[in-house]
């Protein structure tokens, strides 16, 4: 699932292709991904609607529209929200007298998807790409279309003004590169709770946006076993585990996250964090810290954990 950082950088690189521009329509494969309204209803509600801003909450796109409705897009295991032009298969036979490249003619002829780029490049090579089940048209032409494998994904429209009472969003802990997310703030939350430091890390009531891919790559630096109980950790390597969050999550923004699956960057492109995993799905792999360590794998209330067994004792 697209963790904090990959939210991120998709809500960084809307607000740099999106804002200003007119939503004009909407179009689904499956209905039931949008969770408020019908999809008449909603195709009515977001019409003609301008967008303002993308934020972030957690996990959660948070697209401002005028008129008070905020848009919200949470894209589960497999999906993720890209930025392009696609045309409907069915529309094939009218682009048979256009001039457009035999490698375009070729993927729209044979194509598989009932959606299919007409941009070259990973919108059209990467398979991950091509699962278009929800689609935004805009005022210039191009679309934000959700490539969702598994359709898991989630659509949501509220108030803007009442956007805490949508699903669990007014339940989810601080945002952990919040200026208020203080280490004062961090060992508060941590000396109320109870379990392994890799259950509560991931835990979204607890702090917003950390999930399976990088609470092994924070607690691996902080030195911390993904086992060791919340409540016997000392102020030093709670200090230290709050380091590393801050750390761990902006180096990962600025790679503009990991691809080692299916997410993948609003222009389709992969993000390059899954080059720089110290401990995520590296196991059998030596240690980087080169302490004669070799990563090793367990399962944690059904979730992997990679860790180092020398340094992370």
């Not at 697209?63 to 905020?70: A, C, F, P, R, V």
């Not at 090579?125 to 969702?148: A, H, Q, T």
């Not at 949508?166 to 601080?174: A, F, H, R, S, V």
């Amino acid at each position: 699932m697209p963790e904090l950082p990959e939210v991120e950088t998709i809500v960084r690189g809307l607000n740099k292709k999106a804002v200003g521009l007119k939503i004009v329509g909407a179009w689904t494969d499956w209905a039931k991904t949008i969770k408020t309204h019908k999809l008449t209803d909603f195709v009515h509600e977001i019409k003609g609607r301008k967008i303002l801003r993308a934020r972030r909450r957690a996990k959660y796109i948070m697209i401002d529209l005028s008129g008070g409705k905020t848009l919200i897009i949470h894209q589960k295991i497999s999906g993720h929200l890209l930025y392009g032009k696609w045309i409907k298969q069915s529309q094939i036979s009218n682009l048979k007298s256009q001039n457009y490249n035999s490698k375009f003619k070729t993927k729209l002829e044979t194509g598989d998807q009932k959606w299919v780029s007409t941009i070259s490049g990973p919108l059209q090579d990467d398979p991950y790409n091509r699962f278009i089940r929800f689609i935004i048209f805009l005022s210039n032409g191009y679309m934000l279309g959700l490539s969702d494998v598994r359709r898991f994904g989630k659509i949501f429209l509220g108030d803007t003004d009442k956007i805490e009472n949508i699903n669990e969003i007014g339940k989810l802990g601080p945002e952990p590169l919040d200026p208020k997310f203080t280490l004062a703030k961090f060992k508060e939350l941590m000396r109320h709770k109870r379990g392994v430091i890799k259950k509560v890390l991931m835990d979204p009531f607890v702090i917003a946006g950390i999930g399976n891919i990088y609470s092994d790559e924070i607690l691996w630096y902080a030195g911390v076993a993904p086992l060791r109980r919340v409540e016997k950790l000392t102020d030093k390597e709670l200090a230290t585990i709050y380091k590393y969050i801050k750390f761990v999550l902006k180096k990962a923004i600025g790679a503009k996250g990991d691809s080692q699956q299916d997410y993948r960057t609003l222009e389709g492109k992969f993000g390059n964090y899954q080059n720089m995993q110290k401990a995520y799905q590296l196991t059998g792999e030596k240690c980087q810290k080169h302490d004669g360590g070799i990563i090793k794998r367990i399962v944690i209330n059904s979730r992997s954990a990679h860790f180092c067994p020398v340094h992370q004792k």
